[in-house]
């Protein structure tokens, strides 16, 4: 294992301690082969009943995947065609549909930050997994901000969210907590940051077949209500508009500071990222996750083809100017063919890189 992935096995339960705290855990395509290779030989390994992902630092589970490598090779090379970052994005979501579908027992601590890619490694199959969220869990899907689009099957498990929550998660990028979290459905449990020594202690003396149960046991309620609950109305009528726009004119004419803030942050996010994110969620709906998660592959590369998270990573995280040259500039010079165009084929289907996927 590199040194940012930490592995051990404590009566039965796989651990994996994410440990680049600097960089708040975020994913190199290193880390992404190492997760792969003991998620594998775990799925095989009968001394193995269930596999635990936690982090060295309480500030982020995961951040998502290292933008800054993304902005380095991508520049490198023309339309973004880096072998790197082809073969990054590749095993990133294959990764992915590994967790989705993992046989054992697969349970995510996202304490602090949890975010993109972080999302892509905690939010596991319905069948085997279980997913722990504190009073200090910050969780988003912000691609949007950085001229990307909600990947690492955000296309399924925000499209299937309730109503139109995942339309406002992925067209936003807002940051939500604990309380929200359970009432999308990206969440199960949620254990107090008070409690996480007694939840380690009980992880260490409860064998794995058992530890599901057992953390399920242990949960309390999370404190505070849930924000996006009691707004729930609003962004169904808002978010169900049909288009960008409509939702960004929906949004104006409601005067409430919730409504006001999702507009604001709309206002700063990419107008083409925005209008492909819708598409991409509306098309999800109807896909299962292998099918979710080609679909992601072939928008990546025409994203970095086209160069808008190039100029995203650029204004927020290397010059931090804050001030984007989204292109499109604005919502109004975005056209349908534009969109239509990121989810034009890339490879035949006999040659996708996650033609395997089952």
């Known amino acids: ?35 792969t290779a003991i998620l594998l030989e775990w799925r ?21 995947g290292d933008i800054r490598f993304f902005h380095e090779v991508g520049n490198a090379t023309p339309q973004g065609g880096s072998a790197l970052l082809e073969d990054f994005f590749t095993e990133e979501y294959a990764l992915n549909h590994l967790i989705h579908f993992y046989p054992k027992p697969y349970i995510a601590l996202m304490d602090g930050v949890v975010m993109g890619g972080g999302m892509g490694i905690a939010q596991s199959g319905p069948e085997c997994g279980l997913r722990i969220v504190t009073e200090r869990t910050r969780m ?9 689009f909600p990947d690492v099957g ?31 459905g990206l969440a199960d449990v949620f254990v107090a ?42 962004i169904d009528a808002h978010f169900g508009a049909d288009s960008v726009a409509a939702i960004l004119a929906s949004l104006e004419g ?36 292998a099918d979710c998660l080609r679909m992601e ?33 604005s919502l109004g010079l ?3 063919q534009m969109v239509a165009r990121f989810f034009e084929p890339v490879w035949p289907a006999h040659a996708h890189p996650l033609r395997d996927l089952v």
């Open 1 to 35: 294992m590199p040194d940012h992935v930490l592995t051990r096995i404590a009566n039965r339960t796989g651990i994996i301690t994410l440990d680049r705290p600097k960089a708040l855990n975020s994913l190199s395509l290193a880390m992404v082969r190492a997760l």
């Open 44 to 64: 095989l390994d009968a001394g193995v009943d269930a596999v635990l992902i936690t982090s060295s630092s309480e500030k982020a589970l995961c951040a998502g």
């Open 140 to 148: 988003a899907m912000p691609e949007v901000n950085i001229g990307l």
């Open 154 to 184: 955000g296309s399924h498990f925000l499209s299937h969210a309730p109503g139109r929550l995942g339309m406002y998660l992925g067209l936003t990028g807002l940051t939500i907590g604990a309380a929200d979290a359970l009432y999308v």
């Open 193 to 234: 940051s008070t409690d996480l020594p007694a939840l380690n202690a009980l992880i260490e003396t409860t064998p794995g077949a058992q530890l599901p149960a057992a953390i399920r046991a242990f949960a309390a309620a999370p404190v505070g209500e849930s924000e996006l609950q009691a707004n729930r109305a609003r």
């Open 254 to 289: 409601d005067a409430s500071p919730f409504a006001q803030k999702a507009l604001s942050a709309m206002r700063q996010r990419s107008p083409l990222m925005m209008c492909v994110t819708r598409e991409l969620l509306l098309r999800g709906a109807a896909l299962d996750v």
């Open 297 to 329: 592959r072939s928008l990546v590369r025409r994203n970095f083809e086209h160069g808008e998270v190039l100029e995203g990573v650029r204004a927020l995280v290397i010059d931090k100017d804050n001030a984007p040259q989204w292109n499109p500039a």
């Open 334 to 336: 975005v056209t349908d």
